[in-house]
Structure formats: structure tokens, C-alpha cells
């Protein structure tokens, strides 16, 4: 362990962070198995799942108006709340289980109100993590908070499928719920540092509204991150991972059918776990690759969408689990150079709102292709939507490489904010 890495985790309230985000992660994890296993169990159909997981997915859409609220409102008080009302909605599935209410309706009311808890989650990070950790330490504590969130998808996805093979899914709802308890107390001991808001220090004008004086500075807060990424290089990046996005709503929407017809639930768990395990090692590999040229890492995908094509067509499961798994270690290491990329290029100050417009922009293909994903299986069928699937990250090697000056990209560790046409107004009026 280098000296930079010791002193990171000597940080108390990353470490602290580092546990809830563990934990919190986990709890996702085990109840996005649970909620789109029971769905397609009650209805056998890929339709339900995906409008289901679409909405599930929503906070990819939305996330830009949590965006400036992130930016602006405590953001202790935000974390520790989301986890008590999602404790609570995972507890009321198995009551409702037991009482003979539990229903395809019920299912959705439950995803929309876990939705909206998780929306403030994304942009979340992207505004703490420079709050807490020194600049010159964030691509390490990046790389350790992707290790956790994507080492979870690999044991607990997994171990939710299994879970749900031998005791049901609504089981699985109770022990998810003590996830959540646990997450609200790691998270209520972090100490954010001052923000510059009026908001956070109590310093409020007694006349005025706090709600009103949020929603006032709104319009100009998303105004902002618009107007710094419009005419960048960020631009082409994120309609790449649109469509990369699209690819992967589909594929979210269906795993259930295409893992059911392999082997049932602990397959489909398997499949997710494979996922998870590709992106851990990408993200582990990610801070070894900085000095990478940016441009070749993107390229890199197309390796993941061979390896998702052959994963489809394998003649076992386990060799398609394997395969799987393959194809997502390079959107790993993509993912983990992206944040550390945006922390560097962008003023700490701006990067709830930037990230969060980023974010909306590229991911708001997730829900739509998992609605999407639901209907083209029930049309072409499962597997033949899963070989298609794999286009997404097709067509980002393919397009960077036909783009040379997207292929040309600079090394994270060298990258300027000139690289990308970024222009940061240095006399930007004070919020």
C-alpha cells in the first residue's frame, strides 16, 4: 500500500462514507434482484420487468433536477434520509406478502417510491467525495468507492438469486431492510465540509423561504452545467454512452427470461453477479491504465461487445456467466477513469450540477431501453435481443474509431481542461 493510499484510509469520514456507500450498495442490489424476479414470476412476462426496471432506472433521467438541490442542501441530512425511506418500502413488501395484497401493483408503487429515494444518489457522490478527500487522492478514492459498488453487484446479485431459490424473494425483503439501518448510521457520522451556501450554515434569511430560495437559483443552476459542456468534446462522449446505456436498459429488462431459460433464479442472480465481477476488475485495473490514452480505452469496448456476443451463443451456462462477465471489464475501467476525468477537468464547485446533466443526458436511454428491451423479446425472443444488446458497446469502439480526434484523447493523468473544449470562467459571478 502506497503513502497516498494509507492516508486515505486514515480519512475518517471516507472511511465512514466507504461503508454506507458498501452497505446502501448492497441493499440496491439485493432488492432490484428480488423486485424483477417477483415481477416476472407473477407475470411471465418480459414486458412487466421492463417497464418495471424502467422505472427502477429513472433516477438516470431525472437525476439532473436533484442536481442543483445536491449542490445546494446538507448533504448528511439527504444521504441519511434516503436510507430510512428505503428501509421502510422494502418492509412493506413482505407484509403485504403476507397479508395477500402483494401484487404486480403493488410492485410498481414500491419501485417508484425506491426511485425517487435513490434519485439524489448519483450526483451525491460526485459533490462529497472532493468535500472530503484531497484532489491529488480522488482517483484513488474513486477507484476504491467503484471496487465496493461493483463488488457488491458481484456477491449480493448472486447471492439474491440463490436466496431467492431457496427461501423466495419476499424473505430476501427482510434481511434487505436491516442494510438500510445499518447505511443510516455510517452515513450520520460523516462531517461534510462547509459548503458555501447559506443553506448548510443556517445563515438563512428568516423572510424568505428556504424551498423558495432553492427552487429561485434553479433554473440557473441547470443553466450552468449545461452551458459549460455544450460545444465540448463531452458532447460526442456522452451520445456514446447513450447508446451503450440503451443497450444495457434492454439487457437489465430481459436477464430475468434469458437467465430463467438457462437455469432458473440462480442463474439470472449469476448473470448479474458475472456483470458485476467484469466491472470490479475494470475498476480495479482502471487507476493502473490512466496513463492510458483516453481515446484507446473507449476503443477497448469492442473487446466487451465480442465476449457479450460470444456469451449469448455459448453451449453452457457457465461458460456464458464467464463470457459475460469478459464483456464488462472494459466499461469498468472506463467508468472508473470517467469520474477522475470529470473531477480534474471540472470545478469542485460545479460537479453536482455538471455531473448530474452528464449523467441525465447519457443515462436517460437506461429506462427507455429497458421499455424497449421488454417489448423487442417478446417480438424476437430473449436470446436473439441479447445478442443484439451487445451493439452497445459495439458502437462505441467503432464510432471513437472513426473519429480521430476522440480516438486521439490524452491520458487521463495529462488531460486538460483545453483537451476536451472545456472553458472554465474564472470570474464566474458568486451563487
Known amino acids: ?71 445546494r442542501l446538507p448533504l448528511r441530512t439527504v444521504l441519511v434520509g434516503s436510507q430510512v425511506v428505503q428501509g421502510v418500502v422494502v418492509l412493506v413488501l413482505p407484509l403485504a406478502a403476507v397479508t395477500g395484497h402483494l401484487s404486480i401493483g403493488v410492485l410498481f408503487a414500491a ?39 461493483l463488488g457488491l453487484d458481484m456477491v449480493f446479485d448472486a447471492v439474491g438469486g440463490g436466496f431467492i431459490a431457496v427461501f423466495g424473494a419476499t424473505t430476501l425483503f427482510l434481511a434487505d431492510s436491516l442494510t438500510f439501518g445499518v447505511a443510516t448510521l455510517l452515513f450520520a457520522g460523516v462531517t461534510v465540509g462547509t459548503a458555501v451556501n447559506p443553506a448548510e450554515t443556517g445563515e438563512t434569511d428568516e423572510s424568505e423561504p428556504h424551498g423558495e430560495s432553492v427552487l429561485r437559483s434553479y433554473v440557473s443552476d441547470l443553466r450552468t452545467g449545461v452551458d459549460i459542456l455544450r460545444g465540448t468534446t463531452f458532447v460526442e462522449l456522452m451520445m456514446t454512452t447513450a447508446v451503450a446505456n440503451f443497450a444495457t436498459g434492454v439487457t437489465l429488462a430481459i436477464l430475468p427470461a434469458f437467465g430463467d431459460g438457462l437455469g432458473g433464479p440462480a442463474v439470472y442472480g449469476l448473470l448479474l453477479g458475472a456483470l458485476g465481477v467484469g466491472r470490479l476488475v475494470g475498476s480495479l485495473v482502471g487507476p493502473y491504465v490512466e496513463g492510458v490514452p483516453y481515446g484507446m480505452v473507449l476503443v477497448s469496448q469492442g473487446i466487451g461487445a465480442s465476449c457479450w456476443v460470444a456469451a449469448v ?47 441525465t443526458i447519457s443515462g436517460m436511454t437506461l429506462p427507455l431501453g429497458s421499455l424497449v428491451g421488454g417489448v423487442v423479446a417478446e417480438w424476437l425472443g430473449t436470446t436473439t435481443t441479447m445478442a443484439l444488446a451487445a451493439s452497445g458497446f459495439g458502437f462505441t469502439a467503432v464510432y471513437v474509431l472513426l473519429r480521430p480526434r476522440l480516438r486521439r484523447l490524452p491520458a487521463v493523468t495529462a488531460a486538460e481542461p483545453d483537451d476536451f473544449d472545456v472553458e472554465v470562467e474564472t470570474d464566474r459571478p458568486a451563487e
Request: aromatic share 8%.
Open 1 to 71: 500500500m502506497t503513502v497516498a493510499e494509507r492516508s486515505l484510509w486514515r480519512n475518517r469520514d471516507f472511511r465512514r462514507f466507504f461503508a454506507g456507500q458498501f452497505v446502501t450498495n448492497a441493499g440496491d442490489s439485493l432488492y432490484t434482484v428480488a423486485v424483477l424476479w417477483l415481477a416476472f414470476e407473477l407475470s411471465g412476462s418480459t414486458l412487466v420487468t421492463g417497464a418495471l426496471n424502467a422505472i427502477l432506472l429513472l433516477p438516470w433521467l431525472l437525476q439532473v433536477f436533484a442536481g442543483p438541490l445536491v449542490d
Open 313 to 359: 451463443v455459448a453451449p453452457s451456462p457457465a461458460l456464458t456467466v464467464a463470457l459475460f462477465g469478459l464483456a464488462w471489464v472494459p466499461a469498468g475501467a472506463s467508468d472508473v477513469l470517467t469520474a477522475t476525468l470529470n473531477q480534474r477537468v471540472f470545478p469542485a464547485d460545479l460537479l453536482g450540477r455538471v455531473s448530474a446533466t452528464k449523467g
Open 111 to 149: 419501485a417508484t417510491v425506491l426511485m425517487l429515494a435513490t434519485l439524489v444518489m448519483s450526483p451525491m457522490e460526485s459533490a462529497l467525495l472532493p468535500r472530503i478527500v484531497d484532489e491529488e487522492r480522488l482517483s484513488g478514492a474513486n477507484s476504491a468507492l467503484a471496487t465496493v459498488t
